[in-house]
Nanobody
């Protein structure tokens, strides 16, 4: 069983930056693929970014490429999402997700993940 807890959300002006953190429990963190998803009001949850268990592979949804960076620190059992050049359309609840991964690959579909945090609100004002 893995528990994940997000932090770092808040209110920021357009063009600003935030760094989200996702702290995970468990000694086997390095065997888990990790992802970030978001859900805006009235919209379905969407994939944002994912990172393989080693951190060697990452993937992003097109709308955040070049602005967001996902990273992980296996020693600290934490994954991060650095968000730069934020836009009002980035406003959403951001969720961290985890799944045991047999291979060092990225997972971009929500249905692939087993464990989810409760989310952190990100609001970008124009």
């Amino acid at each position: 069983q893995v528990q994940v807890v997000e932090s770092g959300g808040g209110l920021v002006q357009a063009g600003g930056s935030l760094r989200l953190s996702c702290a995970a429990s468990g000694r086997t963190f390095r065997t888990y693929g990790m992802g970030w998803f978001r859900q805006a009001p009235g919209k379905e949850r969407e994939f944002v970014a994912a990172i393989s268990r080693s951190g060697g592979s990452t993937d992003y949804t097109d709308s955040v490429k070049g602005r967001f960076t996902i990273s992980r620190d296996n020693a600290k059992t934490t994954v991060y999402l650095q968000m730069n050049s934020l836009k009002p359309e980035d406003t959403a609840v951001y969720y961290c997700a985890a799944r045991y991964a047999m291979r060092d690959t990225v997972m971009t579909a929500g249905r692939e993940y087993e464990y989810w945090g409760q989310g952190t609100q990100v609001t970008v004002s124009s």
